[in-house]
């Protein structure tokens, strides 16, 4: 097992931008994304960041902007690779899955912005490309989502997401549980719902 930490969005915009984290409560989410930064760090694993960009002329993530820079908790520190994306997911139209490849990493752990945006689609995509996934729930956060369809507040959003990524995508933990398999060397894992539903 070779891990990477993805530290995905975690910029101006989620913070004192247009789109405040409000579960779980931003100081303690990233607090444990430094938490994990220094552990990955500690351990030698690969850290990378992410940062999602838009072009000038969006409201968001503007391509130059303050809303769009690396927020000051991550932005001075250490790491191995810093990617900018346009689509959700940090694979998309990224160098990381072949950055990844050439070092040989089999999991991803996740950490940053939002939960059931980038977060989950990184998630998804990984699965798919055939990588083990590690989702820090309280290393993650987003917002109450409003639209057309409806209205769903952060928290419960963000754990039915930590639920689905659980049921097939992710091994779904906490800061702290991730840190203590990372001194002891062991492997984090998630669930299969279909493993116990195929015709027999």
Request: aromatic letters at 6%; proline letters at 4%; a negative charge.
């Amino acid at each position: 097992m070779r891990r990477a930490l993805l530290v995905i969005d975690v910029q101006n915009e989620y913070v004192t931008g247009a789109l405040p984290i409000e579960y779980p409560p931003l100081p303690s989410s990233l607090a444990n994304i430094g938490r994990a930064i220094d552990t990955a760090e500690k351990a030698g694993i690969p850290v990378v960041l992410v940062a999602q960009v838009a072009p000038a002329s969006s409201p968001i993530f503007a391509d130059g902007s303050d809303g769009a820079a690396l927020h000051e908790s991550v932005a001075g520190r250490a790491h191995d690779l810093l990617l900018d994306k346009r689509l959700p997911s940090a694979f998309a139209g990224t160098e990381l899955d072949a950055w990844l490849a050439a070092r040989d990493v089999d999991t991803v752990t996740i950490v940053g912005y939002m939960t059931q945006n980038c977060d989950e689609s990184t998630a998804r995509d990984a699965v798919h490309r055939g990588y083990a996934v590690e989702f820090l729930t309280d290393a993650t956060g987003t917002l109450t989502l409003r639209n057309e369809t409806g209205t769903v507040d952060a928290r419960t959003l963000h754990d039915s997401v930590a639920v689905v990524l659980q049921s097939r995508f992710a091994a779904v933990v906490t800061t702290g549980q991730w840190c203590e398999a990372v001194a002891a060397g062991t492997a984090l894992s998630g669930s299969n719902i279909f493993a116990s539903t195929r015709p027999r």
